[in-house]
Each structure stands twice: as structure tokens, then as C-alpha cells.
T-cell receptor
Framework: GEKVEQHESTLSVREGDSAVINCTYT??????FPWYKQEAGKSLHFVID?????DRKQSQRLIVLLDKKAKRFSLHITATQPEDSAIYFC??????????????FGQGTSLSVVP | NSKVIQTPRYLVKGQGQKAKMRCIPE?????VFWYQQNKNNEFKFLIN????????QIDMTEKRFSAECPSNSPCSLEIQSSEAGDSALYLC??????????????FGEGSKLTVL
């Protein structure tokens, strides 16, 4: 089955700099790639997603890049702020032959934004 | 604040005891997932439902876990005989149907199970 690897377990950046979190996946059938954020003691919140029909998506300070050949996708957070500090999880899901495929999550990257 | 409501937030059980968790999905969301998040932040998919029907579940779920999403009642996940390895955060998530895609998941705060 699908495996998702999240390459950075921890990441520390200075406020205002950019942060990049990288993920790779194994299943070429995966076609949906969301990112979730988990703050300390809280639940996961959706951040941004990308589908395999595009290779770039931006929402305000967040950019997601998808390289299908390399089976790699990344989250870029520009102009980081202290409130961006959290654990970020990438995930992948195949376009299901049946509906409602489950998400396979990476191991998480703990991002610290230092003032 | 999460609109997916999970109860209880914390539960402590002895080995062999039953553990039951409940989830009220976001209003209008027909799809419900249960995930287990361990202390290493590894997620394990357990089961998902569309309305009252099970869509997918893993072997572990079939053997010691039971889950249901009855009409007009909270969804529930029950571990029949808890084991130490079941200690984890159990996350419920709901989703709108978006064609063949699951779409964005909305997570609850989770139920943290500790098995002594």
C-alpha cells in the first residue's frame, strides 16, 4: 500500500523567513495531497491541498508544489510568523476505484518559528 | 473550534477492559473516518463510514474493534478488550462527498486512551 515519508522531523526558521517541508509517496495512483496542521494539544486542521492535475497551488502565504515524476510534494510557508509554529502533516490518497479513499499520513514535521 | 465533537477527551482503562469513544460529525457530513494517532505521530486508519454503512476497515478493526454510525445518534468506536498497544489518540473526522474524492477532512479534538 501507499507509504508517505516526511523528510524533516523538525524544522526551525526565523520569523519572516520561508519554511519548506518535503514529502515523498510511493503509490503512483495517489492523486490527492492535503496538508494538515496540529498545534500543541489541539486537533488537526486542514491547511491546503493539491490534486494531481496541477503542479502548483497557492493560498496566501502557502504554496504547494507537486512533482509527479519524482513522487514528491512540498509545502512552502513564506513570511513565517510565530503562529505558524505547529506540527505539519502531509498526506496522500489515491483516486479510488471505490469512493472515499483513506488518507495515508506522513510522520509530521515540527516547525518552530523563532522571533 | 472543531465542529466535530468527540467524547470523552480522556479515558483510562485497564488491560482487558472495554473502551468506548463517541463522535458527532459536522452537520451534513455523510462520511466519517476513525484514525489512531500514536505517541510517535503515526496515523493508522481504522474504519470509515458513509452514513450508516461501513466503507473500509482494517483487519485490526474487524477483530477487536467495533464501530457504528447509527442514524440520528453519535458514531462510536469501541475496543472490546483493551491492550497496552491501544494507548493512543483516537481521531474522528468527517467529510462531505466530493464525487470520487474524500475531500477535506474535519477532525475532532480526539479521545486520548491510556491502557494501564
Amino acid at each position: 500500500g501507499e507509504k508517505v515519508e516526511q523528510h524533516e522531523s523538525t524544522l526551525s526558521v526565523r520569523e519572516g523567513d520561508s519554511a519548506v517541508i518535503n514529502c515523498t509517496y510511493t503509490d503512483t495512483a495517489s492523486s490527492y495531497f492535503p496538508w494538515y496542521k496540529q498545534e500543541a494539544g489541539k486537533s488537526l486542521h486542514f491547511v491546503i491541498d493539491i490534486r494531481s492535475n496541477v503542479d502548483r497551488k497557492q493560498s496566501q502565504r502557502l504554496i504547494v508544489l507537486l512533482d509527479k515524476k519524482a513522487k514528491r510534494f512540498s509545502l512552502h510557508i513564506t513570511a513565517t510568523q510565530p503562529e505558524d509554529s505547529a506540527i505539519y502533516f502531509c498526506a496522500a490518497s489515491p483516486l479510488a476505484s471505490s469512493s472515499f479513499s483513506k488518507l495515508v499520513f506522513g510522520q509530521g514535521t515540527s516547525l518552530s518559528v523563532v522571533p | 473550534n472543531s465542529k466535530v465533537i468527540q467524547t470523552p477527551r480522556y479515558l483510562v482503562k485497564g488491560q482487558g477492559q472495554k473502551a468506548k469513544m463517541r463522535c458527532i460529525p459536522e452537520k451534513g457530513h455523510p462520511v466519517v473516518f476513525w484514525y489512531q494517532q500514536n505517541k510517535n505521530n503515526e496515523f493508522k486508519f481504522l474504519i470509515n463510514f458513509q452514513n450508516q454503512e461501513v466503507l473500509q476497515q482494517i483487519d485490526m478493526t474487524e477483530k477487536r474493534f467495533s464501530a457504528e454510525c447509527p442514524s440520528n445518534s453519535p458514531c462510536s468506536l469501541e475496543i472490546q478488550s483493551s491492550e497496552a498497544g491501544d494507548s493512543a489518540l483516537y481521531l474522528c473526522a468527517s467529510s462531505l462527498r466530493q464525487g470520487r474524492y474524500t475531500g477535506q477532512l474535519y477532525f475532532g479534538e480526539g479521545s486520548k486512551l491510556t491502557v494501564l
